[in-house]
């Protein structure tokens, strides 16, 4: 198969001033989705969506392809991955260039490696997939959420009887972590909705799902990779 990565890197982001070239232990953020897409061997394209020059500048240092910026429709807080992709592959297209497939992988996720998506890409083949899609364990499960009314009683909190078992007596949950999202070009092109048929989980470990939105998540993640180092 013929496999392109997208890697989308707006610059507007508004919870982390330039959270995707922010530097984590020395490196922009974004270095380490576009190494571990490198490091996978699995892409024929590795290409990152910005709108930016100077980020398009530091993508092409760390080896991606940034022949095009992204169009300034799609450069809002309001655009979405998937228009992303669509754009991309649009263009590509008319570039005279198709793919099998793509990964859509998201500069947030500095802690998934070369190993989730080569192990993603596997599952693909094995459960003859449209779509592989990472998840992880929810921290908390949603039976122990609630919403409160205005005078914050909770009474009635609970609206499951299994909610007061013990966590270990409960049923893990999955979230989608955002990671990673490997889908064949002509299903996505054909649905509306990636989930909607032959879409199969990826399960990962909390360690490889954190996802950077705000500045304690960085420092999470700058935790996490001097623990790895051994500098704790």
Same mark, same amino acid.
């Not at 922010?22 to 974004?30: D, E, Y």
């Not at 490696?113 to 094995?126: G, M, P, S």
């Not at 990472?134 to 909190?157: K, M, N, R, Y």
């Given at each position: 198969?013929?496999?392109?990565?997208?890697?989308?890197?707006? &610059?507007?982001?508004?919870?982390?001033?330039?959270?995707?070239?922010?530097?984590?232990?020395?490196?922009?953020?974004?270095?380490?989705?576009?190494?571990?897409? #490198? $490091?996978?061997?699995?892409?024929?394209?590795?290409?990152?969506?910005?709108?930016?020059?100077?980020?398009?500048?530091?993508?092409?240092?760390?080896?991606?392809?940034?022949?095009?910026?992204?169009?300034?429709?799609?450069?809002?807080?309001?655009?979405? &991955?998937?228009?992303?992709?669509?754009?991309?592959?649009?263009?590509? $297209?008319?570039?005279?260039?198709?793919?099998? &497939?793509?990964?859509?992988?998201?500069?947030?996720?500095?802690?998934?490696?070369? $190993?989730?998506?080569?192990?993603?890409?596997?599952?693909?083949?094995? #459960?003859?997939?449209?779509?592989?899609?990472?998840?992880?364990?929810?921290?908390?499960?949603?039976?122990?959420?609630?919403?409160?009314?205005?005078?914050?009683?909770?009474?009635?909190?609970?609206?499951?009887?299994?909610?007061?078992?013990?966590?270990?007596?409960?049923?893990?949950?999955?979230?989608?972590?955002?990671?990673?999202?490997?889908?064949?070009?002509?299903?996505?092109? &054909?649905?509306?909705?990636?989930?909607?048929? $032959?879409?199969?989980?990826?399960?990962?470990?909390?360690?490889?799902?954190?996802?950077?939105?705000?500045?304690?998540?960085?420092?999470?993640?700058?935790?996490?990779?001097?623990?790895?180092?051994?500098?704790?």
């Amino acid at each position: 198969m013929k496999n392109i990565a997208i890697i989308p890197a707006r &610059s507007g982001s508004k919870g982390l001033k330039d959270k995707n070239i922010k530097l984590l232990n020395g490196k922009p953020l974004i270095a380490y989705t576009i190494e571990a897409a #490198k $490091e996978s061997k699995l892409f024929d394209e590795i290409f990152v969506s910005t709108d930016s020059e100077n980020y398009a500048e530091i993508a092409r240092e760390y080896g991606a392809s940034v022949p095009f910026l992204r169009s300034k429709d799609l450069s809002s807080d309001t655009a979405s &991955s998937w228009d992303v992709v669509t754009e991309v592959l649009n263009i590509y $297209e008319e570039k005279g260039k198709q793919f099998d &497939s793509f990964a859509l992988l998201q500069p947030t996720s500095p802690r998934r490696k070369a $190993e989730n998506i080569i192990k993603a890409y596997e599952l693909l083949q094995v #459960k003859r997939a449209n779509a592989i899609v990472g998840v992880t364990e929810a921290e908390h499960s949603p039976l122990w959420c609630g919403i409160l009314p205005e005078d914050q009683t909770l009474v009635g909190f609970f609206k499951n009887e299994k909610a007061n078992q013990q966590r270990q007596k409960l049923e893990p949950y999955y979230r989608i972590n955002g990671a990673i999202y490997v889908v064949k070009t002509d299903y996505f092109q &054909s649905t509306k909705d990636i989930y909607e048929c $032959e879409c199969y989980a990826y399960v990962m470990s909390r360690e490889t799902s954190i996802d950077i939105d705000n500045a304690l998540d960085f420092a999470l993640a700058s935790i996490m990779d001097k623990i790895v180092e051994g500098e704790y």
